[in-house]
């Protein structure tokens, strides 16, 4: 049994080729060739913390893969990272534990972002004019990084309810390659912008209807949980197209449920990103459709990632 | 992050006291005061295995724990043993990584075998005549050993499809210091043996109504899936006494179900054995009672157990 720590996970990162690996994830998901059971979840309380289980396999494949992840937002005030995890790779064979990937939720993060750019890939206009990047904590950097694989564009606009906060981002992604120009207020980037990516914790919609053009595309992240909404349900009413990342999440956690409980959309009108990418349903169609992808964050990534990852480590001798 | 291996565990067991700490974990569980989800499945098919992931924490303790344990029959063929699984301690006010317990399956057996031994305690008539084993497997074995914390009878019948398996388990157990009498057929079992666990794989009943007598207790531990079933239900409803470890398990597996799905039972003749161990329920009242406790496994044994280990072994460095 092989125990990977970050520092080795982040060493060999930069040396793998993921986009493709999670494509055929998402495809495999929507084509119900996955076996990815519901999310285990477990709720503590003094302090809050959740911890979610997600696991699952594709049929024929090697392994099959268990991940624990967990947030006690109160551990900011001990020092302590709010987010954790860890991926476990067991033989598809004979179950016997492979590998421990102690990524300490850093995979987690990178995946989420590569399902962004796989959004952006397959939906966003051809011509991207400005990325705007919608909150300015973690996903908001891995989600920009992640863009540059999939859009020439680094041209930005962020906003952020902190202007301090705001500033920081902006200076880091800077030292990334990419360019900002000014954000007074959201209805100004939904104005400028036609690539972009919600990434808050917001409990109540940040975009309104009113602000968004044709020939947008906007990747929803945030919300990920039954409570969270950061997309005024609206806008996925008018949109040309709704794509989801799996269709039995977002019918629960999200925008999509959002809009499905205020009978602004029905679910027959959802497609799933793996559909896209096979083909099997049309992306984008015309430059001046709104197309919304709705993201809620599936085993299947974590099965990919931590499949590549440990392959790519175990092909030479762990350091 | 600790690490523990199988040598260390078993090194540390004989020193602990199992008992009350199991006795505790079932108390909270049918208290309400456990937080339980239910169990993840994993069903592989090819070669067919699967994989149950049992979860939880009893609040205002010190850990959550997650346990991964795998049955991949095919592996004998490889000559792996077909049982495996390990256990993790995380910090319930941080959500970091404590202990990778890899007991490799060793620690289900023993809370599997506690539970029946606390069954039998609260359960079986005071004066235990014979102890009826049914199965040869495992469990036959771990059952009868930790019957030995809770009766001062080493008599015992054992039955089982394989004549040979027979002879092995009576050979290893006459080791352990128990005596056994021959048995031919189940009835003569039943019929002379007032303590009896079965511990089989079967899917259709082996014990049969007219072979139980006044007086018995069974503990019926096989059965842990909906499809496998080792009593004859009629069993249930001549029972003066059914318990259950989960009611909440037990109407979707094990005898249980069964009884209920014919109508031969309903939930709330049901008690659960930790109400009996907290004394909210009577147990046995009269010697020629007729009780079932019925077992699945709940994942609160699993808590006590992997908390009682890792407190023990970390109390002094780790070898």
Known sequence: MDIITLTQIQAA???????????????????????????GELILQDPPGDVHIKYGYLPHDSYYVVKIASSFPHNTRLNLPPNNGMMQLFRQQTGELCALLLDEGYLTEVRTALAGAIAAKYLAPATVECIGIVGTG????????????????????????DAQRVAQY??????????????????????????I???????????????IRQGTHITAMGADMANKQELDPAILAAADLVVADSLEQCR????IAHALRQHLLTPDAVVEL??????????????????????????????????????????????
């Open 138 to 161: 973690i996903q908001a950097r891995f989600q920009l990084q992640a863009l540059r694989e999939v859009t020439t564009c680094r041209q930005v606009r962020v906003w952020g309810r």
């Open 274 to 319: 793996g559909q896209v990418i096979a083909g099997t349903v049309a992306g984008r169609t015309s430059a001046d459709q709104i197309t919304i992808a709705d993201l809620t964050g599936v085993a299947v990534q974590d099965i990919q990632i931590a499949k590549a990852v440990y392959e790519a480590l175990s092909e030479k001798p762990l350091e």
């Open 197 to 211: 990516v919600t990434t808050t914790t917001a409990s109540a919609p940040l975009l309104q209807r009113a602000h």
């Open 13 to 39: 990162l930069p040396k793998l080729d993921l986009l493709p690996a999670l494509e055929q994830g998402f495809v495999a998901y929507s084509a119900g060739k996955a076996v990815v059971p519901p999310v």
């Open 252 to 255: 629960e956690r999200g925008e």
């Open 170 to 195: 902006q200076d880091e992604m800077e030292q990334e390659g990419f360019t900002f120009l000014p954000t007074s207020t959201l209805e100004k980037l939904c104005a400028t912008c036609n690539l």
